[in-house]
T-cell receptor
């Protein structure tokens, strides 16, 4: 199956620092990538839709100036958590959509666990 | 009402048991449905898609009732390795996925 990577897998940082997370589709091109967040014992929640070459679409309640998304190529989307605070500690997961006849498939990255001290 | 609601769980069952998970969704226009499995601290992995006619994959059977907006997953002959959280997932209008909170299954020897 298709492979999506995320880097880093785990981040521990001090409050106020910015953290950049990369999501790459390794063997296919993805015009659309999605960023999800999962707090402990909660469901995955969509944060934003990242479209190659255009601005990301953010879900209600997600601050676009705090969670910067860049989708500069068909294989890479980045999420930057600016001025991270302890309440931003969460499991961040990206997914990439592979277009194919009969319907699109979505593949998840392994996730990035962010801990803000 | 939440977009996707699942049994709260957890389900603790012995090996070999049959277990059923239920799920309801709120958007009647939804077109795609899935069950995902998520292991602790890992990303979700697709278990199976769910079709209107119902579908089976080995020990797993999924059913969809569009009229009731209800999805189910049946696991027969549970194995220890089936222990995980099972996520009911509905396709969103943007191509994204809408996840339920998940139901935790623990299969004991």
């Amino acid at each position: 199956g298709a492979v999506v990577s995320q880097h880093p897998s785990r981040v521990i940082c001090k409050s106020g620092t910015s953290v950049k997370i990369e999501c790459r589709s390794l063997d296919f091109q993805a015009t659309t990538m999605f960023w999800y967040r999962q707090f402990p014992k909660q469901s995955l929640m969509l944060m934003a839709t990242s479209n190659e070459g255009s601005k990301a679409t953010y879900e209600q309640g997600v601050e676009k100036d705090k969670f910067l998304i860049n989708h500069a190529s068909l294989t890479l989307s980045t999420l930057t958590v600016t001025s991270a605070h302890p309440e931003d500690s969460s499991f961040y997961i990206c997914s990439a959509t592979r277009t194919k006849a009969g319907g699109n498939e979505q593949f998840f990255g392994p996730g990035t666990r962010l801990t803000v001290l | 009402r939440k977009e996707v609601e699942q049994d709260p769980g957890p389900f603790n069952v012995p090996e070999g048991a049959t277990v059923a998970f239920n799920c309801t969704y709120s958007n009647s226009a939804s077109q795609s449905f899935f069950w995902y499995r998520q292991d602790c601290r890992k990303e979700p992995k697709l278990l199976m898609s769910v079709y209107s006619s119902g579908n089976e994959d080995g020990r797993f059977t999924a059913q969809l009732n569009r009229a009731s907006q209800y999805i189910s997953l049946l696991i027969r002959d549970s194995k220890l390795s089936d222990s995980a959280t099972y996520l009911c997932v509905v396709g969103g209008s943007q191509g994204n996925l809408i996840f339920g909170k998940g139901t935790k299954l623990s299969v004991k020897p």
